[in-house]
Every structure is written in structure tokens, then in C-alpha cells.
């Protein structure tokens, strides 16, 4: 069976870091490209950023360009999301899923808080 379990959520004030975690079983998670997506209270899900399967290719949403860096090791089934300079808009439910060519069934998400 599919799993998508992210971690690493948390309360932190503004400008602070953190470092969220994403574990993939039942897939050949090594083939897909895998994204961070967001949800935030009243809102709808929003990408976030993207690797490529090989991990040599990265895009991110003007928001969060040159604070948040996505990573993954393909090697233990895990993607990553260093989110660095945090700001109170940055915060949301964060999801991880394959980016194409199909989305998988989302998981529980973990919640990050941003506080003044």
C-alpha cells in the first residue's frame, strides 16, 4: 500500500527554521518527482517546491525561493524541505506527493505555525 508520512512540523517564531521530513513506502519512489505542498487555514493546497527523481533539478514558488531548499535521498525513501527565515505566511498543513505524471493519495501533512 501507498504511504506518504510527513514529520518535522512544528511552533517556531519568525524568521526561525525547521526541517520537515517525508517518508515513502509502497512506490518506486527513486522514478518520480516528488513536490512539498501547503495548505494553509480557509485556503486551498498550493505547491511549494519540486525535485526531479535524480534529485539534479529544483523549482520552488516565488514565495519560498532562496529560503526553503528540497532535497531527497533516494537511497532511504525520504524527501526534505530545510525551510529557513520563516515567516507567519508560511503557515500551513505541508504535504508531500509525486508531481507527475500522477498524484497519490495524500497523507496526514504536518503542521508548521509561525508566530510573531
Known amino acids: 500500500q501507498v504511504q506518504l508520512v510527513e514529520s518535522g512540523g512544528g511552533l517556531v517564531q519568525a524568521g526561525g527554521s525547521l526541517r520537515l521530513s517525508c517518508a515513502a513506502s509502497?512506490?518506486?519512489?527513486?522514478?518520480?518527482?516528488m513536490g512539498w505542498f501547503r495548505q494553509a487555514p480557509g485556503k486551498e493546497r498550493e505547491f511549494v517546491a519540486v525535485?526531479?527523481?535524480?534529485?539534479?533539478?529544483?523549482h520552488y514558488s516565488d514565495l519560498v525561493k532562496g529560503r526553503f531548499t528540497i532535497s531527497r535521498d533516494n537511497a532511504k525513501n525520504t524527501l526534505s524541505l530545510q525551510m529557513n527565515k520563516l515567516e507567519p505566511e508560511d503557515t500551513a498543513v505541508y504535504f508531500c506527493?509525486?508531481?507527475?505524471?500522477?498524484?497519490?493519495?495524500w497523507g496526514q501533512g504536518t503542521q508548521v505555525t509561525v508566530s510573531s
Open positions: 506527493n509525486t508531481y507527475w505524471p500522477r498524484t497519490l493519495d
Open positions: 509502497g512506490l518506486p519512489f527513486h522514478a518520480y518527482n
Open positions: 525535485i526531479s527523481w535524480n534529485g539534479t533539478s529544483t
